[in-house]
């Protein structure tokens, strides 16, 4: 347990680290948005337990976009990835009536995204095991698990409240990195 706590701290510290370090030494261009955010959806597989048997099924990770795809090509990046001895599955769908069940639910932001919010919520409330995501502000306030924003870099909501309504276990970890996850309440 402690081994897992230290992991998850280390790989978010080398992480943000690796990010500011391109940034700053000018070595690479700096790391697209969407490009971290993916990135975070691979570590939210890692490191948030589902309950079993999961509604989207247990031998792999789904995570779904609802609304634009925002992350354009990062997305099959992510596709290529696995997460536990387990591949990740990337789903898009446009509206919430094409949504099928997934571990992963991230809720893209554009000028429906309030309404889109509304619809996710209602349509996953009574099904346990799916994690909310977001970039839009104050979502993590109105039910998502974590929300992704940018403050120079990308950094992180997360309210432990949704989390538990959703019957997912975060790790304690989680709670240990102030400089990057900020918990917040409904």
């Given at each position: 347990?402690?081994r897992?706590?230290?992991?998850?701290?280390?790989?978010?510290?080398?992480?943000?680290?690796?990010i500011?370090?391109?940034?700053?030494?000018?070595?690479?261009?700096?790391?697209?948005?969407?490009?971290?955010?993916?990135d975070?959806?691979?570590?939210?597989?890692?490191?948030?337990?589902w309950p079993?048997p999961?509604?989207?099924?247990?031998?792999?990770?789904?995570?779904?976009?609802?609304?634009?795809?925002v992350?354009?090509?990062?997305?099959?990046?992510?596709a290529?990835?696995?997460a536990?001895?387990?591949?990740?599955?990337?789903?898009?769908?446009?509206?919430?009536?094409?949504?099928?069940?997934?571990?992963?639910?991230?809720?893209?932001?554009?000028?429906?995204?309030?309404?889109?919010?509304?619809?996710a919520?209602?349509?996953?409330?009574?099904?346990?095991?799916i994690?909310?995501?977001?970039?839009?502000?104050?979502?993590?306030?109105?039910?998502?698990v974590f929300n992704?924003?940018?403050?120079?870099?990308?950094?992180?909501?997360?309210?432990?409240?949704?989390?538990?309504?959703?019957?997912?276990?975060?790790?304690?970890?989680?709670?240990?990195i102030?400089?990057?996850?900020t918990?917040?309440k409904?």
């Amino acid at each position: 347990m402690i081994r897992r706590a230290l992991s998850l701290i280390s790989i978010l510290t080398a992480f943000l680290l690796a990010i500011s370090s391109q940034h700053v030494l000018g070595q690479e261009p700096p790391r697209e948005e969407y490009d971290i955010k993916a990135d975070w959806l691979h570590i939210f597989c890692k490191y948030v337990e589902w309950p079993k048997p999961s509604p989207a099924g247990d031998q792999v990770y789904v995570v779904g976009v609802l609304g634009p795809n925002v992350f354009g090509k990062y997305l099959d990046d992510l596709a290529k990835k696995t997460a536990n001895n387990k591949k990740i599955v990337v789903h898009h769908f446009p509206l919430v009536t094409d949504y099928k069940p997934c571990h992963v639910l991230f809720i893209a932001a554009d000028d429906m995204t309030e309404k889109r919010l509304a619809q996710a919520l209602e349509k996953t409330k009574d099904t346990p095991g799916i994690l909310l995501v977001s970039d839009t502000e104050g979502f993590a306030r109105k039910g998502v698990v974590f929300n992704l924003f940018k403050d120079g870099n990308v950094k992180v909501e997360m309210n432990p409240d949704a989390a538990k309504r959703a019957k997912l276990t975060l790790r304690s970890q989680w709670f240990n990195i102030p400089k990057i996850i900020t918990v917040v309440k409904d």
